[in-house]
């Protein structure tokens, strides 16, 4: 097919075409005939084109030729009919200019593989020098006064008028009607070759003198594919009630097509929002041990939902999907980005990942391998480790921070930069002081608890697991606290905290002890408040349940340092507690808290709220990536023997104790800041302070930023939610709205769907509740717990992820309890991970913990549609401000040597939730979403 674009003052004529077999013309709204050719795909095309061209004397005339077109024809026949246009064309005029005063100039992003590619002169690039490369219809938000209908479109075609920097430059004109009305979207067609990545479009010329702002930042699918237009709305928001009439329908229709009928496999470049179960975690297909639980779905097993990609089903388990397809799909918007320039995006990253970590199972020959020694481990930093030949060269192009030239040459060698926190001092993670710092400002901070009752006791079933009561007793608690205070003064005033993953874990110690070279215990740690405001270990438990004809098993250890054997014995106990912390920071506050949570509340705002309405533009900013991180994640870190399941414990049963903490912990009432501090008991709400809670532990860093970071989300939040809903019928009318909260509950979280204490959407206030809340997780939480993971973890005795032998006293044989008593270190080494675990890990922290280049930061970015509405513009640069003042006040507190658990001699300060970054590894910065 062609289409020709002829200007009407040329004085050719539809009826003197048709030996090209015209279709019926139409008029376009830059004042040309447009005509439908059939039989393009061959060399005559071009000549037709050009004798076209020739009769109009030197008139441009706009073609888009099939995709089998002759390009030879085409050059040869435009030659001599349209020289004198494309030369002014390219010549940096527009020749297509008419008299219309309305005028749209669209913004296009220079893609990798995109429609443009290098500049090349492709066919997508000859049509955007003729003319033929997008076609514009604009919108009126009126109906038809006459009709009660929508307003005819007016089109036009787009004519490339440039590049800017890595952008590409369109403009098309409009002659409207007197009547038409406000401008509320502009429907686009792609009739370019390849998809597009429209960035936004604005239209200015209008009757009443003003312009109209669409922000797209969308993909538009060539037209070719068969795919619908797109539409895309004004900057304008508007509640549903608000919605202009012209605009009612295409609003719902929008919403429609996005949700599917919930049938059918899902392809790439589709935009398709659906939920489904986790059941593509394992590949049964490819081997009966990597069948895995569906996650979601019953009672056994509760679990948020995913993205539906409706693969096929495994032939030898039909509850799983198949995971053989190559890519996950995702919706088209969700995915990583390919802005052309981005040399270290995040979407290589991963594939780099992906192609890394397999290939260090290739350098240990024996998977169970530990490290003999300590400075075995620093030679990893200092030496590296010598890889096999990659056939990416862009292996090392793109991880420049892990590979490096050898020595000699002729290897790459993966080498790791030293992390922070042990460049300042190398001993940090041996100590008791460190072990308990990090519990209120390390990589996981957001799992110590107040002790609030006395015995310690858990509900675990005792007929199964043994006794309930903790093995940590009065007796030894007041041995370590004599001379400051009793156990029952200590409890009263609010000193005693702990860790307890007991009952998290216990249930899965059975199944953990049946793997090779791994074990694993329940565990209570029990932490006292110093005078000085600093936490002091005083005792660990570790707990085997019955197992087989052996009862439970206790053993509680405390610092005693008058003995050898006791302070191995407490160093090796903390060895198995970090493992603990680690695993459940990686697979709890890290995974489950985030990234799982956090993909119902988007799949549902796709779903239910236009992209038109408030709301979803203030939350919008707040999901980006998330999905395609999500996805990656299934493919290679959380699936079947992937790095989650081969190095964190328990190793295969590990997303499966996700689902466990799902279950009793985790609640949507509890996920915001202050709440979580409540529920924890580490602050109670008093109105005098300025956050609104009081601190049990005033030091607490991760508390103390934190609290900045919610109270600025907050302000905004408010200012914001209260401009769009006065009062709480305009929250309880807004079907969208509340269509929205209801799918995220009944189907996002639908496990959970009859816990009471899901909050209702009945006014603005709990708008600013539940908003606030999200935008928390997914930019202050998330940042907390993830970008200081190298720093913490990359030195991995401070965090191991796995223990891999159990403690020497429980039930030891004489072998056993010999090796202990001569050679104690080569336990703790032999208990830590083994080298290709270790490596692994440091690996996958290295990249998780790394900003982009294109990352956007919590209050950076003002989105076109805040811009364009004064109040919230406003509004939006107070957030702005705060955010650059909460830089500051994070500087100050670091300097502040009163405030010992984030400054002193050899101590790492906390920054993971200063508000800004550069790119790479820094260990701070706050995006404003879960973008890797």
Known sequence: MQILRVHQSS?????????????????????????????????????????VAERGKGTVVKALLGLGGGLGGLAGGITGGLGVGLGTGLGGLNPFSPAAKVRAVVTV????????????????????LIGASLRLELISAELDTKTGKEKPAVGSLAQWTGVNGLQYQYEAYFNIPADFGPVGAMRVENLHVREMF??????????????????????????????????????????????????????????????????????????????????????????PDLKREVLGGSKERPYPRRCRTGRPR????????????????????????????????????????????P????????????????????????????????????????????????????????????PPTMDRNSFFWFTDEEFARQTLAGVNPCTIQLVKEWPIMGTLDPAVYGPQESGITKEIIEKEIRGYTTLDEAIQQKKLFMLDYHDILLP?????????????????TVFFLAPSGTLRPLAIELTRPPLGEKPQWKGVYTPNY???????????????????????????????????????????????????????????????????????????????????????????????????????????????????????????????????????IQDYPYANDGLLVWDAIKQWVTEYVNHYYPDSQTVTSDKELQDWWSEVRNRGHEDKKDEPWWPSLQTPQDIISVCTTIIWVASGHHAAVNFGQY???????????????????EDPTEEEWKLFMQRPEVVLLTTFPSQIQASKVMVVLNVLSSHSPDEEYLGEKMELAWADEPTIKAAFEKFNGRMHSIMGEIDSRNADSEKINRSGAGVYPYELLKPFSERGVTGRGVPCSISI
């Open 508 to 524: 899965l110690v059975g199944k953990a002890r049946e793997l090779d070279h791994t074990t694993l215990y329940g565990s209570r």
């Open 791 to 809: 720093a913490y973890g990359g030195y991995f005795p401070n965090q191991p992820t796995t223990s891999r032998l159990k403690m020497p006293d």
């Open 314 to 357: 495994s032939s030898k388990d039909p509850q799983s999907e198949r995971t053989d397809s190559g890519d996950y799909y995702v919706p088209r918007d969700e995915e990583f980005s390919e802005i052309k320039g981005l040399e270290f995006g995040v979407k290589k990253l991963f594939t780099l990942l992906q192609g890394l970590v």
């Open 11 to 51: 004085g050719l004529r539809p009826a003197s075409l048709t030996r090209f077999n015209p279709e019926k013309p139409f008029l376009d709204g830059g004042g040309a005939v447009l005509l439908k050719l059939a039989g393009t795909s061959n060399c005559n095309g071009g000549g037709n084109l050009g004798r």
């Open 109 to 128: 992003n220079q893609t990798i593989g995109g429609f443009l590619k290098d500049n090349l002169l492709v066919p997508s690039t000859i049509q955007d």
């Open 562 to 696: 008058a003995s050898a054997t006791d302070v191995w014995l407490w160093r090796l106990a903390k060895s198995h507690v970090l493992a603990h912390d680690s695993s459940y920071h990686q697979l709890i506050s890290h995974w489950l808290r985030t990234h799982c949570c956090t993909e119902p509340y988007i799949i549902a705002a796709k779903r239910q709220l236009s992209e038109m309405h408030p709301i979803h533009r203030l939350l919008k900013p707040h999901f980006r990536y998330t999905m395609e991180i999500n996805a990656q994640a299934r493919k290679g870190l959380i699936n079947a023997d992937g790095v989650i399941e081969s190095t964190f414990a328990p190793l295969k049963y590990s997303i499966g104790a996700s689902s466990l903490v799902y279950d009793k912990v985790w609640r949507f009432d509890n996920e915001g800041l202050p709440n979580d501090l409540i529920n924890r008991g580490m602050a109670v709400e008093d109105s005098s302070e300025p956050h609104g809670v009081r601190l049990a």
């Open 359 to 418: 290939m260090l199972e290739t350098v240990f020959i024996d998977k169970n391998l530990g490290f003999p020694h300590f400075t075995a481990i620093n030679k990893m930093f200092a030496q590296g480790l010598n890889l096999p030949p990659y056939s990416q060269a862009s292996l090392k192009a793109f991880l420049p921070m892990l590979i490096r030239n050898s020595v000699e040459g002729s290897n790459d060698v993966l080498q790791f930069d030293v």
């Open 198 to 287: 429209l960035k936004d479009i604005v239209v200015t010329g209008l009757p009443d003198g003003g312009s109209v702002n669409i922000d797209c930042q969308s993909w538009v699918p060539a037209s070719i594919t068969g795919k619908p237009k797109r539409v895309f709305f004004s900057t304008k928001s508007y509640l549903p009630s608000d919605t202009p009439e012209g605009l009612k329908k295409l609003r719902n229709d929008e919403l429609v097509a996005v949700r599917g009928n919930g049938s059918g496999e899902r392809k790439k470049g589709d935009r398709i929002y659906d939920y489904d179960v986790y059941n593509d975690l394992g590949d049964p297909d490819k081997s």
